[in-house]
């Protein structure tokens, strides 16, 4: 089947004491669900060395969503600005990383979010359907005549990038270069998203970002607007103006999460319905059921598989001791399938309506742009859904291999069945 991408290991045999969880083997065929379902039974806080990176320090696995609260809630023991919220701690320089409020502490991060947070509420965001709507259709209005697509390149990026696009003030233009921009310095570890890797995003794709994200500061600061790029130039927190690249890295922030994450739960929904046509069948008939039917995709497929924490002090999480200084990181892939919280949690079901961890594990940190990847799933479901009711496989789905996005690439489909 293609949604439960497993490797073919035997993972009853995997030493646990060697695992690396993060190890792009575990990872070739999507997440590693097997692995985790052993972590969460037998080692529910887990020590991986970093095996492909010999200077880069190893982390905790915490793998339970009780624990991934915990953590996650506890923003004085477990810092987002220490060490950053990835695992790498190499791949965005540190000093560049932190000066995105996703890896800020308290009270510097809150007053930056707060900034933001107006805009985003449910409410705020409701307002936003009209616009999105009609860029949905829009892009589907392109696939007219054509028999088949791809879900990522032809629906899902399209319209992410525009709505993100609209909220930031990027011209729709430019579209396309930003969403390669966001897909090759998240993607690094897979090679189709990220050809040239880590060197070539510090090498090109980070220059790159810089350039284009200050021309736009730049012309804000000339001619200011209502988006959230002049939110941004014109932030004032205790007085002081953000640095450029406080405000580069802002920008970047929202971008990289607005093209990304929704992008890839809409695809993972459709592989999802795909695999269960009777469920696609009943979001048709009734398409009120859609809302819920979200929930369900987001648990079983969190478009980020973990986010990093890095401990202030010597602690412990369910027992186990650790030091300060050491990583941890919540994977979510994990907690969302938690037997303790869900009942068969492998089974895809939209009846179910799930709290899950998709956008965080509570505090400081939850998802800023919840309100808006739920709006955007909603209307691209009610669209696509209404469309091609009869949609059906033209190819295999490809995960990227990667131990953060969890996304499929690709995912062919033959639009009228
Ligand atoms: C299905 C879509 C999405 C998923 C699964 C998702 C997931 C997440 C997760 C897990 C976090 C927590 C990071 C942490 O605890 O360190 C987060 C934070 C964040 N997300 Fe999203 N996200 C999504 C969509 C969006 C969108 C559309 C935006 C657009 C603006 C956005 C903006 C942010 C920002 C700015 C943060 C940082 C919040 C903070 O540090 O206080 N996200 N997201």
């Known amino acids: 089947m293609a949604t439960e991408t497993e490797t073919e290991t035997d993972h009853d045999a995997i030493d646990l004491d060697a695992l690396n969880v993060g190890d792009a083997e575990n990872w070739q065929r999507g997440a590693p669900h097997e692995i985790f379902r052993r972590l969460r039974r037998e080692c529910p806080v887990h020590w991986s060395e970093i095996t492909e990176y010999p200077d880069e320090a190893g982390f905790w696995s915490v793998v339970t969503a009780a624990d991934v609260h915990a ?6 023991t477990f810092s987002s600005e220490r060490g950053g919220c990835i695992a790498l701690t190499h791949a965005i320089p540190l000093e560049l990383m932190r000066s995105m409020f996703i890896a800020m502490d308290p009270p510097k991060h809150d007053r930056l979010k707060a900034l933001f947070q107006r805009g985003f509420t449910p409410k705020r965001i409701a307002m936003h ?65 990220a050809p040239g890797g880590l060197e070539q995003v510090l090498a090109e794709d980070l220059p790159e970002i810089f350039r284009r994200a200050q021309a736009m500061i730049d012309d804000r600061r000339a001619n200011p607007t209502d988006d959230l790029t002049s939110v941004l130039v014109e932030a004032e927190i205790d007085g002081e103006m953000l640095s450029d690249d406080e405000i580069i890295m802002g920008f970047f ?15 993972s929904a459709i592989n999802a319905l795909l695999d269960h046509p009777d469920q696609m069948r009943e979001l048709v008939e009734d398409p009120s059921l859609i809302p819920m039917a979200i929930e369900e995709c987001l648990r079983m497929y969190p478009a980020f598989a973990n986010f990093r924490r890095t401990a202030t002090t010597d602690t412990e999480i369910a027992g186990q001791p650790i030091a300060e200084g050491d990583k941890v990181l919540m994977w979510y892939v994990s907690s969302n399938r938690d037997e303790a919280v ?72 033959r639009l009228n069945g």
């Open 71 to 76: 953590v996650s809630r506890d923003h004085k």
């Open 129 to 193: 359907e009209d616009e999105i709507r009609a860029i949905a259709i829009r892009v589907l209005d392109r696939l007219e005549g054509r028999e088949t697509c791809d879900i990522v390149d032809d629906i899902a990026q399209p319209v992410v990038s525009r709505v993100i696009g609209n909220f930031m003030g990027i011209a729709e233009e430019d579209d396309k270069a930003w969403a390669t921009l966001m897909n090759t310095t998240l993607g690094v570890g897979d090679e189709e998203l």
């Open 253 to 267: 922030l929202l971008v990289a999460a607005g093209n990304d994450s929704t992008k890839a739960t809409f695809t």
């Open 342 to 413: 869900y009942d068969d949690p492998d089974r895809f079901d939209i009846h179910r309506d799930p709290e899950h961890q998709a956008f965080g594990g509570g505090g400081r940190h939850a998802c800023l742009g919840m309100a808006l990847a739920r709006l955007e799933l909603k209307v691209l479901l009610e669209e696509v859904l209404q469309r091609y009711p009869h949609m059906s496989r033209a190819g295999e789905p490809r995960p990227a291999v990667s131990p953060f996005l969890n996304q499929l690439k690709t995912l062919p489909v």
